[in-house]
């Protein structure tokens, strides 16, 4: 049974700064992996979709690797903004291919 | 519409009460996902529907949640004796085919409180 967690729960930091949220998952034979994000008492919106034969894939200042040997993804965002405080969470599909599983989020707060 | 759209954005009702939540997805998706969200929690897999069928129903919690989409468009969300435990953001996602690497889209969620 596929289970996703993420590390940290939450994340302070300055603007203009790079940073890292990690993300593990159980089962490494996953169809893909996702990234969201969801903004207070919003719904969740898409950020990157990394295919099982990718390693990476970015979009604008968001870059997301996948290593399935190791269970784990990453998502780097560089020179963060405030506009970029939100929750990410990331998930993966269960063996059926019907429900994602979404870990717990990271809730990233960016200071101007 | 232009996107998945859920109502009533809130909802309180009284323990033992009958809810319904509704979901008009994105006009011809034919893949729906309904999710739970409790606070600080990643949201739970409820029930997949491909067209009218639920095509996965294996995350609803017991036989209390139980949800249609006859037409293959809206969906609607019924939970029968609410408990306080149902309190949580309950979700609605569409993708176009329901293949595994289409993007879903999400509504903003109806916010259900049983007191």
New interface residues.
């Given amino acids: 049974k596929q289970e996703?967690t993420q590390i940290p729960a939450a994340l302070s930091v300055p603007e203009g700064e790079n940073l890292v949220l990690n993300c593990s998952f159980t089962d490494s034979a996953i169809?893909?992996l996702?990234w969201?994000r969801q903004d207070p008492?919003?719904?969740?919106?898409?950020l990157l979709?990394i295919?099982s034969s990718q390693r990476e894939q970015t979009s604008g200042r968001l870059n997301a690797s996948l290593d399935k040997s190791s269970g784990r993804s990453t998502l780097y965002i560089a020179a963060s903004q405030p506009g970029d405080s939100a929750t990410y969470?990331c998930?993966a599909?269960?063996q059926?291919?019907?429900?994602?599983?979404?870990?717990?989020?990271t809730t990233l707060s960016v200071s101007s | 519409g232009a996107g998945v759209s859920q109502t009533p954005s809130n909802k309180v009702t009284e323990k033992g009460k009958y809810v319904e939540l509704r979901c008009d997805p994105i006009s011809g998706h034919t893949a729906l996902y309904w999710y739970r969200q409790s606070l600080g929690q990643g949201p739970e897999f409820l029930i997949y529907f491909q067209g009218t069928g639920a095509a996965d129903d294996s995350g609803l919690p017991n036989d209390r949640f139980f949800a249609v989409r006859p037409e293959g468009s809206v969906s609607t969300l019924k939970i029968q004796r609410t408990e306080r435990g149902d309190s949580a953001v309950y979700l609605c996602a569409s993708s176009l085919n329901g293949h595994i690497d289409e993007k879903l889209f999400f509504g903003s969620g109806t916010q259900l409180s049983v007191l």
């Fill in positions: 996703v169809y893909n996702q969201f008492g919003k719904g969740l919106t898409s979709l295919q969470l998930a599909y269960n059926a291919g019907t429900a994602l599983i979404f870990g717990k989020g």
